[in-house]
């Protein structure tokens, strides 16, 4: 639909809007476009943060899905990186349509200390979210078990994480349907 690169370029707030987050690299331009079953819709790059304004997608007139620049190491001047936290963070505290921000986080290394300090500002806000563990191809079963064990166990006292975690992988298609599934509940139709 659009990107944005200032407050003022943002869409008119008239529709409920979900956000992916998370470290740069942990995958989160390949779940959009697995999740939409769209090759090109997000652009997908080996190099870290690629993404550097916000991207508005509008999914069938019913809800707004919003890639973030990730945060933590990225192939950037700092100078430009700080400009596009600072819009990100701007975002996520003042946006009345936000419904949930989806924290993205590599299965194969769980929480890392910048995924907590983002969530300590989430937190702060009281801006609801949710951990989606990707790349969840990675580990055998038993490990993921314990990964989003481990993981629950660790937003257990945040007031605003929502007590669920949803593993996912783009390339096998795992854990989509799950994920749309906690997404179309922010849509004004939804009857499930």
Do not use: C
């Not at 995958?27 to 819709?41: C, E, F, P, V, Y």
């Not at 910048?114 to 806000?125: F, P, Q, V």
């Amino acid at each position: 639909m659009k990107g944005a690169v200032d407050l003022d370029g943002l869409p008119p707030p008239n529709l409920p809007e979900v956000a992916f987050w998370g470290r740069s690299n942990v995958g989160k331009s390949s779940l959009i476009n697995a999740l939409t079953n769209r090759k090109q819709l997000a652009r997908a790059s080996g190099d870290p943060g690629r993404t550097r304004e916000l991207n508005f997608f509008n999914l069938a007139d019913a809800i707004h899905l919003v890639d973030l620049p990730g945060y933590g190491f990225a192939k950037a001047p700092k100078k430009t990186a700080e400009i596009w936290t600072r819009l990100t963070e701007a975002f996520l505290k003042g946006r009345p349509n936000l419904k949930r921000v989806y924290v993205l986080i590599d299965a194969r290394h769980g929480l890392k200390p910048a995924d907590r300090l983002m969530m300590d500002g989430l937190d702060e806000a009281a801006v609801s979210y949710q951990i989606v563990l990707t790349k969840a191809d990675k580990l055998k079963p038993g490990q993921l078990e314990t990964m989003s064990s481990t993981t629950l166990q660790q937003l257990a006292k945040r007031p605003a994480a929502f007590p669920e975690i949803i593993p996912t992988s783009s390339a096998k298609k795992t854990g989509l349907n799950d994920l749309r599934d906690a997404i179309a509940a922010f849509t004004p139709d939804f009857s499930g």
